[in-house]
Every structure is written in structure tokens, then in C-alpha cells.
């Protein structure tokens, strides 16, 4: 079946740019029923939709967060990525990327999540 | 855009029912699909209902969604109510312009 995993930057600096990949393994990114996304949670706190993208490259992005985010796919790598810029404090979260069905809207398969600190 | 509404925690004992709500801020809560997630500590978020009431395989009969037009909102129960079902329950929706929203998350306690 079809598994994500994020990478692990870890540690970011304030003002800097938080850059995570997610491989697909199991499946394939180009397949047409699926977009591919990422979502955030901050400690104790609730899920926040960052954006998608589908396998030809169109996106989708969060209107709050939409001025400091990029998504790109890469089909020959079978990997996605989220780049944030100017991070600060409260951007401090768990990163997931996960598979989200294209008609219906729904995510169906969820990556383990990665731990992300923004901090000097 | 609208916001997802949960009550903060609800609480049952074992064996009885649990129904959490999710109320939209505007526009018709029957205007898009609603998913709802269940998400145990420590663990990634799975999905227990898609499209208002569907059941994905393997999710027990013990979960079911509905869509209210009245209050505007959809809604999850959860029957014979376990220990294993005590985690945090997320409702999900999305716009027209097909930005995911999710709703406020609710905390069930089996007591």
C-alpha cells in the first residue's frame, strides 16, 4: 500500500526557509485520482491545511499562508515538496504530507509526520 | 472563507454513544462533502468517514457521519464506545475554490 515519508530538517531559523521533501512509496505521484498534500499542527493544537499540488504541477494553497508558500512535485523521483519562507515562532508544528483524493476531497493515507522548531 | 465548529471535549462511558457536531460558519454545510479524522496521541490523523457517511474498509459499523441542513451542520457518532476510541476527532470540508478547512477538533474521554 501506498506510504509517505516526510524528511527532517528539524531546525529552522527565524526569517529563514523551511524546505521538506515527502517520497511516495508504494504508488505513484502521477497517478490522475490523487492530489498530494501538506498539513501542519502546531503542539496541542489543532490541523491546519498548508496547500496541494496535483502531478501535472497545479496547486492549491492555503489564502492564510499562501504569500510564503511553494509546492513542487517531482514525478521522476516520486517526491513532493513545501517550501516556507520568512518562518517564525509560529510556525513551530509537526509537518505532514499526505494523499488527498481528487474528486471527493478527502485524505486517505497520512506520512508519520515530521517535528519542525523554529528557533535562533 | 468559513470556519468548522467542534465542541472542545465530550465524554461517555463504555458502551454508549458519543455524537460530535461540526457547525459551518457560512454557506451550506451540504454544499461539500464533509470527511471527519480520528487521531490517537502520538500517532498521524486517519480518516473514519468520507463523504458525509461513507465508512472506508476497516473502520467498524460503530462510526457514522450525517449532514444536518437545519443547524448547518454534520455530525459523528460513535456506538458501543471504546477505550480504543478515545483520541481527538477532526471534521473536514473544503471551499469552492478547493481549500481544505478543518474543524476545531473535539477530545472524546471513554471514561
Known amino acids: 500500500q501506498v506510504q509517505l515519508q516526510e524528511s527532517s530538517p528539524g531546525l529552522v531559523r527565524p526569517s529563514q526557509t523551511l524546505s521538506l521533501t515527502c517520497t511516495v512509496s508504494?504508488?505513484?505521484?502521477?497517478?490522475?485520482?490523487?492530489?498530494w498534500s501538506w498539513i501542519r499542527q502546531p503542539a496541542g493544537k489543532g490541523l491546519e491545511w498548508i496547500g496541494r499540488i496535483y502531478t501535472s504541477g497545479s496547486t492549491n494553497y492555503n489564502p492564510s499562508l499562501k504569500s510564503r508558500v511553494t509546492i513542487s512535485v517531482d514525478t521522476s523521483k516520486n517526491q513532493f515538496s513545501l517550501e516556507l519562507s520568512s518562518v517564525t515562532a509560529a510556525d513551530t508544528a509537526v509537518y505532514y504530507c499526505?494523499?488527498?483524493?481528487?474528486?471527493?476531497?478527502?485524505?486517505?493515507?497520512w506520512g508519520k509526520g515530521t517535528t519542525v522548531t523554529v528557533s535562533s | 472563507n468559513f470556519m468548522l465548529t467542534q465542541p472542545h471535549s465530550v465524554s461517555e462511558s463504555p458502551g454508549k454513544t458519543v455524537t460530535i457536531s461540526c457547525t459551518r460558519s457560512?454557506?451550506?454545510?451540504?454544499?461539500?462533502?464533509v470527511q471527519w479524522y480520528q487521531q490517537r496521541p502520538g500517532s498521524s490523523p486517519t480518516i473514519v468517514i468520507y463523504e458525509n457517511n461513507e465508512r472506508p474498509s476497516g473502520v467498524p459499523d460503530r462510526f457514522s457521519g450525517s449532514i444536518a441542513s437545519s443547524s448547518n451542520s454534520a455530525s459523528l457518532t460513535i456506538s458501543g464506545l471504546r477505550t480504543e476510541d478515545e483520541a481527538d476527532y477532526y471534521c473536514?470540508?473544503?471551499?469552492?475554490?478547493?481549500?481544505?478547512?478543518f474543524g476545531t477538533g473535539t477530545k472524546v474521554t471513554v471514561l
Open positions: 457560512s454557506g451550506s454545510i451540504a454544499s461539500n462533502y
Open positions: 473536514q470540508s473544503y471551499d469552492n475554490s478547493d481549500h481544505h478547512v
Open positions: 499526505a494523499r488527498d483524493a481528487y474528486y471527493s476531497f478527502y485524505i486517505d493515507v
Open positions: 508504494g504508488g505513484s505521484i502521477s497517478s490522475p485520482n490523487y492530489y
